[in-house]
T-cell receptor
């Protein structure tokens, strides 16, 4: 079964609004989670590292004020896309590891469409 | 600079053929993982390898981790149309952060 769960799987929002995506580790605690964005036919692009109880670490070129990350507990990280624009439409995926050693598991992904 | 070189990027074969996908790096990895991703879904873990020279088998899939832990391969025997998908190798660099370093992926199409 799923080890990391992501919700929602698909969301459509209006331009200018904000949308939140949740990532949960189901049977282990994850002090670190990762958020990726994936463009069609491309590999995953790391956006940020979500650290429980502290600020997220963003990759170069990723706007931290636009992509708000909150890792409030050891099993939940959220990504909020603020003031969304059509160019933010993409497939967003989270991952987490830890209790299973070096293995990192991915969520199911969330399709965001901004209209 | 691509830390993990994955090849080939695209592969189209007939059902029943064998194939091998390679991931190579100049860096040493503490672990390396192979994922398969279907369109519109998140990557699904196939295997994790951690020991140099390690070979793992998953039905018709054979995974090998190089002795120096710098490279890995995925071999599929008698490919089936159900094997079609994007295969990703990803690893954690030894002594580095927890971030996964990804290959660019191999888009495999198995034609009936």
């Amino acid at each position: 079964g799923a080890v990391v769960s992501q919700h929602p799987s698909r969301v459509i929002c209006k331009s200018g609004t904000s949308v939140k995506i949740e990532c949960r580790s189901l049977d282990f605690q994850a002090t670190t989670m990762f958020w990726y964005r994936q463009f069609p036919k491309k590999s995953l692009m790391l956006m940020a590292t979500s650290n429980e109880g502290s600020k997220a670490t963003y990759e170069q070129g990723v706007e931290k004020d636009k992509f708000l990350i909150n890792h409030a507990s050891l099993t939940l990280s959220t990504l909020t896309v603020t003031s969304a624009h059509p160019e933010d439409s993409s497939f967003y995926i989270c991952s987490a590891g830890g209790a299973h050693g070096n293995t990192i598991y991915f969520g199911e992904g969330s399709w965001l469409t901004v209209v | 600079t691509q830390l993990l070189e994955q090849s080939p990027q695209f592969l189209s074969i007939q059902e029943g053929e064998n194939l091998t996908v390679y991931c190579n790096s100049s860096s040493v990895f503490s672990s390396l993982q192979w994922y398969r991703q279907e369109p519109g879904e998140g990557p699904v873990l196939l295997v994790t390898v951690v020991t140099g020279g390690e070979v793992k088998k998953l039905k018709r899939l054979t995974f090998q981790f190089g002795d120096a832990r710098k490279d890995s391969s995925l071999h599929i025997t008698a490919a089936q149309p159900g094997d079609t998908g994007l295969y990703l190798c990803a690893g954690i660099i030894q002594g580095g952060s927890e971030k996964l370093v990804f290959g660019k992926g191999t888009k495999l199409t198995v034609n009936p």
